[in-house]
């Protein structure tokens, strides 16, 4: 079954990742790049042992791993670094959204059209170019989708999420009349143009595992010809997992996988990344059964870092949506043959960030000229070259970067005194590191450091106690209003006759179980918490509640059925709080090097007032030249309302989510 088969995978993967060398080719190298979504500093297997993800785990460990690879905090910026070479303020794109400035109006956000993407450069040098999974990079108008930014064929979702990893659902717009869902999942090429795609209602990963498995088979047979050898190929793979909505099948739960890990939430999030390392190894195993790999250079990386209420960024302080480094430094390393074997297997702790893999990839692997590269935009090319480092046999090379600027302060465009909520209305940040000092001023966001534990039940031989997953408001099932929006189901019961149990008093239709001593093949009263604990389940959310006819406890419930092997938890809550660090609105200093859970605040000691000093009017500089913030102009002129009767129009006529002009 399904936990078996990451085992499988790994023994076969391990072997041919070890053992595959360089060979001559006449064309560039293939390249494949990973891009996780809010995966954790430590949420790797090969950096966490809870963590089952052997496939991800061989790469990094016959690969070089980036120790201080940076992101921005957040999904759709750090992307747009990543296919442009720049900043994500040096595109205007100083947030998520532009709701960071209240007075003003943008309606849309999109990588400007007088940016060229990787996908456009490489396709100039001789690639075919292919994105699956997750864009976030703008569909306001065909001319923002993946194919008309240099992309041959697309496969995935424009949204920064699916609503549902099985349903692959997003909102459409106020007040549209499609109950206020419609897919988003999408089969686009330039060849057939724009097109929904028929998913089948599987689940996330494996659908994106399958493309990729399917287009890498077929690619070596339907080009070239002959004995002749296909173009060199660019896949980037943008996987779901870990976002939101925390999601996973039951099979990934089981106890064999995640038995060991006391939290439903973290359970799931573990699920998750088992997923998406299953298809990693499906996808290399590709590779390397059609001659591809030998000639292959993979990358994988993180969009920022890990959301506190389900992620790991231990030991490094916060998370997703702020800037200390548990939310910037992100998970990354490199795999290729073409790295020499001394390097393989090592850690590289030169300085690097998501807007390198631009130049990377361009100039380091697939030879564009480097003024071709720096033509690919207006403002400053942000991006570094780092193939000579991470390929040369001496490991300590530095980084050809010195610097990484996550925020400035633009003195029109995102002044100091922006009040966004997710700054909780304090002054936004401008932050910068330089070698081994980082120096942040403003509201930075959640400074926790959120740790994972492993469960502590320990049998009478001292073997550990697998934890069933339920007890700490895990829950399989779909909700009847979640069936209804998004599957086209009824409002059905997995037990509508409660045979199994009593009638809850509130519906009367709800079953409660009669007595709470087993619950997922254990003995209640044995697991933490006991029965106060057991089986607790949809009937949380649901409002619903047993409570008044015994424990808290429910026997299938929720949509139940056919649905009963889709599963998710609740995410860890905890309150902010004011650290030794303080918020860094007055200013914060780290040495990150050595301290990087940025606990020693040397902004206030006058030896290094010198350090604050240059890194204040670094930022001061960079700022000064920044751009105004990304507009979509073709909608700059509409009013809301009319921006939105016009995606609901759209996506009535391709019967999915839709840019406006399909």
């Given at each position: 079954?399904?936990?078996?088969?990451?085992?499988?995978?790994?023994?076969?993967?391990?072997?041919?990742?070890?053992?595959?060398?360089?060979?001559?080719?006449?064309?560039?190298?293939?390249?494949?790049?990973?891009?996780?979504?809010?995966?954790?500093?430590?949420?790797?297997?090969?950096?966490?042992?809870?963590?089952?993800?052997?496939?991800?785990?061989?790469?990094?460990?016959?690969?070089?791993?980036?120790?201080?690879?940076?992101?921005?905090?957040?999904?759709?910026?750090?992307?747009?670094?990543?296919?442009?070479?720049r900043?994500?303020?040096?595109?205007?794109l100083?947030?998520?959204?532009?709701?960071?400035?209240p007075?003003?109006?943008?309606?849309?956000?999109?990588?400007?059209?007088?940016?060229?993407?990787?996908?456009?450069?490489?396709?100039r040098?001789?690639?075919?170019?292919?994105?699956?999974?997750?864009?976030?990079?703008?569909?306001?108008?065909?001319?923002?989708?993946?194919?008309?930014?240099?992309?041959?064929?697309?496969?995935?979702?424009?949204?920064?999420?699916?609503e549902?990893?099985?349903?692959?659902?997003?909102?459409?717009?106020?007040?549209?009349?499609?109950?206020?869902?419609?897919?988003?999942?999408?089969?686009?090429?330039?060849?057939?143009?724009?097109?929904?795609?028929?998913?089948?209602?599987?689940?996330?990963?494996?659908?994106?595992?399958?493309?990729?498995?399917?287009?890498?088979?077929?690619?070596?047979?339907?080009?070239?010809?002959?004995?002749?050898?296909?173009?060199?190929?660019?896949?980037?793979?943008?996987?779901?997992?870990?976002?939101?909505?925390?999601?996973?099948?039951?099979?990934?739960?089981?106890?064999?996988?995640?038995?060991?890990?006391?939290?439903?939430?973290?359970?799931?999030?573990?699920?998750?990344?088992?997923?998406?390392d299953?298809q990693?190894?499906?996808?290399?195993?590709?590779?390397?059964?059609?001659?591809?790999?030998?000639?292959?250079?993979?990358?994988?990386?993180?969009?920022?870092?890990?959301?506190?209420?389900?992620?790991?960024?231990?030991?490094?302080?916060?998370?997703?949506?702020?800037f200390?480094?548990?939310?910037?430094?992100?998970v990354?390393?490199?795999?290729?043959?073409?790295?020499?074997?001394?390097?393989?297997?090592?850690?590289?702790?030169?300085?690097?960030?998501?807007?390198?893999?631009?130049?990377?990839?361009?100039?380091?692997?697939?030879?564009?000229?480097?003024?071709?590269?720096?033509?690919?935009?207006?403002?400053?090319?942000?991006?570094?070259?780092?193939?000579?480092?991470?390929?040369?046999?001496?490991?300590?090379?530095?980084?050809?970067r010195?610097?990484?600027?996550?925020?400035?302060?633009s003195?029109?465009?995102?002044?100091?005194?922006?009040?966004?909520?997710?700054?909780?209305?304090?002054?936004?940040?401008m932050?910068?590191?330089?070698?081994?000092?980082?120096?942040?001023?403003?509201?930075?966001?959640?400074?926790?450091?959120?740790t994972?534990?492993?469960?502590?039940?320990?049998?009478?031989n001292g073997?550990?106690?697998?934890?069933?997953?339920?007890?700490?408001?895990?829950?399989?099932?779909?909700?009847p209003?979640?069936?209804?929006?998004?599957?086209?189901?009824?409002?059905?019961?997995?037990?509508?006759?409660?045979?199994?149990?009593?009638?809850?008093?509130?519906?009367?239709?709800?079953?409660?179980?009669?007595?709470?001593?087993?619950?997922?093949?254990?003995?209640?009263?044995?697991?933490?918490?006991?029965?106060n604990?057991?089986?607790?389940?949809?009937?949380?959310?649901?409002?619903r509640?047993?409570?008044?006819?015994?424990?808290?406890?429910?026997?299938?419930?929720?949509?139940?059925?056919?649905?009963?092997?889709r599963?998710?938890?609740?995410?860890?809550?905890?309150?902010?709080?004011?650290?030794?660090?303080?918020?860094?609105?007055?200013?914060?200093?780290?040495n990150?090097?050595?301290?990087?859970?940025?606990?020693?605040?040397?902004?206030?000691?006058?030896?290094?007032?010198?350090?604050?000093?240059?890194?204040?009017?670094?930022?001061?500089?960079?700022?000064?030249?920044?751009?105004?913030?990304?507009?979509?102009p073709?909608?700059?002129?509409?009013?809301?309302?009319q921006?939105?009767?016009?995606?609901?129009?759209?996506?009535?006529?391709?019967?999915?989510?839709?840019?406006?002009?399909?």
């Amino acid at each position: 079954g399904y936990a078996m088969l990451p085992i499988l995978i790994a023994a076969g993967l391990a072997g041919g990742i070890a053992s595959v060398s360089a060979k001559a080719h006449s064309s560039p190298p293939h390249i494949v790049h990973f891009m996780a979504d809010d995966t954790g500093w430590n949420d790797l297997g090969f950096r966490n042992p809870l963590i089952t993800s052997p496939n991800l785990d061989n790469l990094a460990k016959h690969g070089v791993v980036l120790t201080r690879h940076h992101a921005f905090k957040v999904c759709s910026p750090t992307r747009a670094s990543f296919h442009t070479g720049r900043y994500p303020f040096n595109m205007g794109l100083y947030d998520n959204s532009a709701e960071a400035i209240p007075w003003l109006k943008v309606n849309d956000q999109a990588v400007p059209q007088n940016f060229t993407l990787l996908p456009t450069l490489l396709s100039r040098q001789g690639y075919s170019t292919f994105a699956i999974g997750k864009w976030h990079l703008g569909y306001t108008t065909k001319s923002y989708t993946p194919t008309h930014r240099g992309y041959d064929a697309f496969y995935g979702y424009y949204s920064a999420m699916t609503e549902d990893y099985w349903a692959h659902s997003h909102s459409v717009a106020p007040g549209c009349d499609l109950g206020g869902h419609a897919k988003d999942m999408h089969n686009s090429s330039k060849s057939w143009g724009l097109q929904a795609a028929d998913d089948n209602s599987t689940y996330e990963a494996t659908l994106f595992g399958d493309r990729a498995v399917d287009l890498i088979t077929s690619y070596t047979r339907g080009n070239g010809g002959g004995s002749a050898p296909p173009p060199p190929l660019f896949l980037y793979q943008a996987f779901h997992n870990e976002h939101d909505p925390h999601q996973a099948p039951l099979d990934a739960l089981s106890e064999e996988l995640v038995g060991h890990i006391k939290n439903d939430v973290y359970k799931v999030t573990a699920a998750l990344i088992n997923t998406m390392d299953v298809q990693v190894g499906r996808i290399v195993d590709a590779l390397n059964t059609t001659g591809m790999l030998d000639n292959c250079v993979i990358g994988f990386s993180s969009d920022n870092g890990g959301p506190l209420d389900h992620a790991n960024n231990w030991p490094l302080r916060g998370g997703k949506h702020t800037f200390w480094e548990g939310g910037v430094r992100t998970v990354a390393f490199v795999w290729s043959p073409l790295i020499p074997p001394s390097r393989r297997g090592t850690e590289w702790s030169g300085l690097a960030h998501v807007s390198d893999w631009f130049y990377t990839y361009a100039v380091g692997v697939a030879g564009v000229a480097l003024a071709d590269a720096r033509g690919a935009g207006p403002y400053p090319d942000d991006g570094k070259n780092l193939w000579a480092a991470l390929t040369s046999v001496d490991a300590a090379m530095a980084s050809p970067r010195t610097e990484v600027a996550h925020m400035v302060h633009s003195p029109e465009y995102y002044p100091g005194n922006c009040t966004m909520s997710c700054w909780q209305s304090r002054s936004c940040p401008m932050v910068i590191t330089v070698g081994d000092m980082k120096l942040s001023v403003g509201f930075i966001g959640d400074p926790r450091i959120v740790t994972i534990e492993e469960h502590a039940g320990v049998g009478p031989n001292g073997s550990a106690v697998p934890v069933a997953w339920g007890l700490s408001g895990g829950h399989c099932g779909v909700t009847p209003p979640v069936e209804r929006w998004m599957y086209g189901g009824g409002d059905q019961q997995a037990d509508p006759n409660c045979s199994t149990g009593l009638t809850s008093p509130v519906d009367h239709k709800t079953c409660c179980p009669k007595s709470c001593t087993k619950c997922g093949g254990a003995d209640c009263g044995a697991l933490p918490g006991g029965e106060n604990n057991c089986c607790r389940g949809d009937i949380d959310r649901s409002g619903r509640s047993c409570d008044a006819v015994g424990p808290p406890c429910v026997m299938g419930g929720g949509g139940g059925g056919k649905y009963a092997d889709r599963c998710t938890a609740p995410g860890m809550s905890g309150t902010p709080a004011v650290t030794p660090t303080g918020l860094c609105v007055s200013g914060c200093l780290f040495n990150v090097t050595a301290d990087p859970t940025e606990s020693n605040n040397l902004f206030t000691d006058p030896d290094y007032a010198d350090t604050v000093a240059a890194l204040k009017a670094r930022l001061t500089v960079l700022g000064a030249a920044a751009p105004p913030w990304a507009v979509v102009p073709e909608v700059e002129h509409m009013s809301s309302s009319q921006l939105n009767t016009m995606k609901c129009d759209a996506a009535k006529r391709l019967g999915a989510l839709a840019p406006i002009d399909v």
